[in-house]
């Protein structure tokens, strides 16, 4: 069953008296548990896609069916609502919220959905647990390296147990002993049968990924299934 | 497929509690001198809402207080205006004073005077002489200070005694000294010290007295009068003991006024004395500039709060901005835009809350206390604060709600921003 269906995406952007083409028709879909990544040079719209199907930002014209909903035309808070019930996010520069704990930072997205504190706070250490941070969890972003932070990043993407979690370049700003970690880190989820969608520019990582989308200005031009995984 | 699938929005509750959790781990981990420093404009501002019209209505009220401390007391008794003096002045003044309650009982008897100084000093053709006019009161030395406190109003020289006869105390507005006027119209005695003898005349009888004492309040009915005892006086205008002018009686603080003044009002009769409280007995322009001032002091405080909430604004706004990346990422990770607003609400809260709660304590523990010990010397009243509990605390409910709008409005502002564009920064 695909749990991501994408049709004739197309995003422009409008700069002035230039209107730039970020997606052209783009058409995909995703079967739940997969693990796809996209790739492609600066500038393909690797980003852009990965916004569009996260329900970041609002495609130009095309449509996204995320788990069966159809996405174009709800509100802005039916997205919100979507974005906390059915999706989880890693951020190339992690994201977290300075003021919170790494405990916290995970508890925040659980209490929005309604779990009692008490609940939440077990599933939030469950996901540090997950990455192996448990010991961290009251330490301010701050206090923790870039890799650590992305751990936690990742555990916020997943306490809520989401059934898609995107991963904007989550190793971008990371050294290669780290980005491995976190790669491991993706695939265990993934082998526990998380859909994980992520961007990234890395050949080797995304070689990782069950399947490989390469684009090129704002199109698919190929699409690579990596026997790996 | 349709958006009917999409799961509702978090209750209101959820909202409300996850904006008190972010609201309460950015406040506890703000810098601390940020912190100090919104609560302390918090604090000013509430001050300038309270204390600048408090000052201004206190003006007003040193007057009123004045007024009814040192002349009116809290019930005056005068004569109809039909009548030149109380008809059984002593009935009334009787029946108050063997009334519960009642501290003090003074009776005034009054009449016009002019006054006389250095007139054995020869006098020029061209030269006036040093003559001023006033009202002559005459009174129980005794009374009127247990009533008024009028002994502690002595500037110069002593007080009156008892049955003291050929001394007056001489109201401050009278003498040069103490009132710089150079108008021609107003007449005041140019060198008169404690001790010197004035001529004063009264209808067709002129007397020398001694000037035993010189009194200085900021009340007219005491700075522009001469006194004696009310003896001497009666007996220089052919008064009968039973026929005063003015009944200023003084009660316990806390007792009912209304049952003594039936008593006194049946007594006099409807066409008889007037029998007001202070309040009913001030002057009116008194009433008049109160009312005024009360004004003044709701359109300044109207201006004060103006000015907090666009504070508060611009410190919300200004934090709500510096963090728009990080509403983006909330937004992002699906906390709603309820919650984030109410984060702010809460956090702007916290700010008025904690400037109002030391602005409180400043004022009803510092400066209200202060101004009471120390008033404001200004030329017609001893200046307070005056800032009452309700007063207060209904100013400091209007800064609440200001500040609940002051803060929800930036943080609608910045959260209606893309979602993505604040998470990239754009």
Redesign the interface.
């Known amino acids: 069953m695909n749990i991501i269906e994408a049709k004739q995406l197309t995003k422009v952007y409008h700069t002035g008296v230039l209107d730039v083409h970020a997606l052209k028709d783009v058409s995909l879909s995703i079967a739940e548990g997969e693990f796809v990544a996209i790739t492609g040079r600066s500038g393909s719209g690797k980003s852009t896609l990965l916004y569009q199907l996260g329900l970041l930002d609002h495609p130009s014209s095309g449509s996204v069916q995320i788990d069966g909903i159809e996405t174009i035309g709800l509100s802005s808070d039916q997205r919100t609502v979507m974005r906390l019930s059915v999706l989880g996010y890693v951020f190339q520069d992690y994201a977290l919220i300075p003021s919170l704990t790494a405990l916290e930072n995970i508890l925040v997205p659980l209490l929005m959905q309604g779990d009692v504190y008490g609940v939440a706070e077990q599933k939030a250490k469950d996901a540090l647990q997950r990455v192996r941070l448990l010991d961290r969890a009251n330490n301010l972003p701050s206090q923790m390296s870039g890799g650590q932070q992305q751990r936690v990043s990742i555990a916020r993407a997943i306490a809520h147990s989401p059934k898609i979690v995107f991963a904007d370049e989550p190793t971008a700003n990371l050294d290669s002993e780290t980005s491995r970690a976190i790669l491991d880190t993706f695939l265990d989820l993934h082998t526990q049968g998380q859909t994980i969608v992520m961007v990234t520019h890395e050949p080797e990582f995304a070689a990782l990924a069950q399947r490989e989308i390469i684009m090129s200005d704002g199109v698919i031009t190929n699409v690579i299934t990596h026997k790996s995984s | ?3 009917q ?7 209101f509750f ?2 409300l ?2 904006g008190w ?2 609201a309460t ?2 406040l506890a ?2 810098s601390r001198w940020t912190t100090l420093l919104i609560i302390s404009v918090m604090t000013l501002t509430f001050l300038n809402l309270v204390v600048v019209s408090g000052i201004l209505v206190g003006l007003i009220q040193g007057s009123v207080d004045a007024n009814k401390r040192q002349y009116t007391s809290d019930i005056f008794i005068t004569e109809p205006l039909s009548k030149v003096y109380i008809e059984d002045s002593r009935l009334l003044a009787s029946t108050a004073r063997a009334t519960e309650g009642v501290i003090g009982v003074t009776e005034r008897y009054l009449s016009s005077a002019k006054i006389e100084a250095n007139y054995k000093r020869q006098v020029q053709a061209d030269e006036t002489r040093d003559t001023a006019n006033a009202s002559v009161a005459g009174i129980s030395p005794v009374d009127e200070d247990i009533v008024t406190g009028l002994s502690s109003e002595i500037a110069e020289g002593e007080y009156l005694e008892p049955g003291e006869t050929g001394s007056i105390l001489m109201g401050a507005d009278l003498l040069y000294k103490y009132n710089q006027i150079t108008s021609p119209d107003i007449q005041v005695l140019d060198e008169v010290t404690i001790g010197d003898t004035v001529r004063v005349t009264i209808g067709d009888t002129v007397n020398e007295f001694v000037v035993k004492g010189i009194l200085d309040s900021k009340l007219s009915e005491i700075d522009l009068r001469i006194f004696m005892n009310e003896g001497e006086l009666r007996q220089l205008i052919n008064r009968r003991a039973t026929n005063a002018d003015e009944i200023a009686i003084m009660v316990e603080p806390g007792t009912d006024l209304v049952p003594i003044l039936d008593t006194l009002r049946s007594l006099s009769g409807p066409d008889g004395a007037l029998v007001r409280t202070a309040e009913e007995a001030q002057p009116k322009f008194l009433q008049d500039i109160t009312a005024t001032f009360a004004i003044l002091g709701n359109a300044i405080g109207s201006i004060g709060l103006a000015v907090a909430s666009i504070t508060i604004f611009i410190v919300i706004f200004v934090n709500a901005i510096t963090r728009r990346r ?1 509403i983006g ?9 309820t ?1 984030i607003q109410w984060s702010y609400m809460f956090q702007s809260l916290f700010y008025a809350g904690a400037g109002i709660a030391i602005g409180m304590c400043l004022v009803f523990g510092v400066l209200k206390p202060f101004f009471a010990e120390h008033p404001i010397d200004f030329p017609f009243s001893d200046g307070i604060l005056v800032a009452t509990m309700g007063g207060t605390l209904l100013r400091a409910g209007l800064l609440l709600i200001a500040t609940v709008i002051a803060g929800f409005l930036p943080a609608k502002i910045v959260v209606r921003q ?3 564009d604040a ?1 990239l920064g754009r």
């Open positions: 497929m349709s958006s699938k999409v799961q509702s929005q978090p209750s959820t909202s509690s996850v959790f972010l781990r950015d981990r703000a990080f990422i909330l937004k992002g990770i699906g906390i709603t835009s919650a893309n979602t993505l998470i």
